[in-house]
T-cell receptor, first 112, second 114 residues
Framework: RKEVEQDPGPFNVPEGATVAFNCTYS??????FFWYRQDCRKEPKLLMS???SGNEDGRFTAQLNRASQYISLLIRDSKLSDSATYLC?????????????FGTGTKLQVIP | EADIYQTPRYLVIGTGKKITLECSQT?????MYWYQQDPGMELHLIHY???????EKGDLSSESTVSRIRTEHFPLTLESARPSHTSQYLC?????????????FGQGTRLTVV
């Protein structure tokens, strides 16, 4: 089983739609969580951190469920510019060091 | 914008050649990483470093080697390039502490071995 799992998609949604991605992680000692965005043939960039109480940044909402070991990303009112691959990232503190694990990514295609 | 740079951006080279991919960051980050990513595929961690003189192999076996003689510099070397090494190589860095910090990526080196 992979440490961080995501549905690879692609998710093809019309403009204006709401879309949600889930990500599950296997290590219960995971301590911090992020969503990254990667455009085609570009490097990943941080979209938002995920806090225990959930957090929102404009049209984007991230939530964490520690009991079930999953995090989610909700995008409201999808724009064409949201088309990208969304990567779930989990950090685990192991032996005093931080281990960063990326999920495989979920591809989103917003259609006009 | 992140202050992490990779050179070259694109490299086409013949089989058997020795190559070094450069990665430098000016943020004073202790942790640095090398990832390999094929088009449309997931990121695979191939090497990482916790600081000067620290290097570790990642989750994906790689024939490449790395060194960390200076904090800001984390080059990756392939002694003898092969077509199977064709891929995109992404370098990243992050602060060692606190834990809840993001990783910053360079723009990547797209390597083609012919």
């Amino acid at each position: 089983r992979k440490e961080v799992e995501q549905d690879p998609g692609p998710f093809n949604v019309p403009e204006g739609a709401t879309v949600a991605f889930n990500c599950t992680y296997s290590n219960s000692a995971s301590q911090s969580f992020f969503w990254y965005r990667q455009d085609c043939r570009k490097e990943p960039k941080l979209l938002m951190s995920v806090y225990s109480s959930g957090n929102e940044d404009g049209r984007f909402t991230a939530q964490l469920n520690r009991a079930s070991q999953y995090i989610s990303l909700l995008i409201r009112d999808s724009k064409l510019s949201d088309s990208a691959t969304y990567l779930c990232v989990v950090n685990v503190l192991s032996g005093g060091y931080q281990k960063v694990t990326f999920g495989t990514g979920t591809k989103l295609q917003v259609i006009p | 914008e992140a202050d992490i740079y990779q050179t070259p951006r694109y490299l086409v080279i013949g089989t058997g050649k020795k190559i070094t991919l450069e990665c430098s960051q000016t943020m004073g980050h202790d942790k640095m990483y090398w990832y390999q990513q094929d088009p449309g595929m997931e990121l695979h961690l191939i090497h990482y470093s916790y600081g000067v003189n620290s290097t570790e192999k990642g989750d994906l076996s790689s024939e490449s080697t790395v060194s960390r003689i200076r904090t800001e510099h984390f080059p990756l070397t392939l002694e003898s390039a092969r077509p199977s090494h064709t891929s995109q190589y992404l370098c990243a860095s992050s602060e060692r502490a606190p834990l809840n910090t993001e990783a910053f990526f360079g723009q990547g080196t797209r390597l083609t071995v012919v």
